[in-house]
């Protein structure tokens, strides 16, 4: 299965980074926010990994690629309402991840 790629995530993350080193120039604070910067992309990978792969393409072109269901439904051939429904599963999928391992 494909993996995000962490230039699609990037560009939130260091925002966030950015905000923090503002407020904390620290090095140790640094090193502790890259850290948990990796650690947050491992998860959301570990999640992303139990999507079906239709379902994950989907869920990728319209939350990382801004996509709206119709374009992506004329781009894969399929109808809005298969991409509705595998929206329904991806997002199921993430739901049921998160709350079985509260961790995330």
Do not use: W
């Amino acid at each position: 299965m494909e993996s995000v790629s962490y230039q699609r995530i990037k560009p939130s993350l260091d925002q966030g980074l950015e905000d923090e080193y503002v407020a904390s120039p620290c090095i140790e604070q640094e090193v502790i926010a890259q850290e948990q910067r990796e650690m947050y992309v491992r998860k959301i990978q570990e999640i992303l990994d139990h999507i079906p792969k239709k379902s994950r393409q989907i869920f990728e072109m319209n939350k990382l690629d801004e996509l709206k269901y119709k374009e992506i439904s004329e781009i894969l051939g399929v109808s809005v309402k298969t991409v509705e429904s595998h929206m329904a599963i991806a997002l199921k999928t993430i739901r049921n991840m998160v709350v079985k391992n509260k961790q995330y």
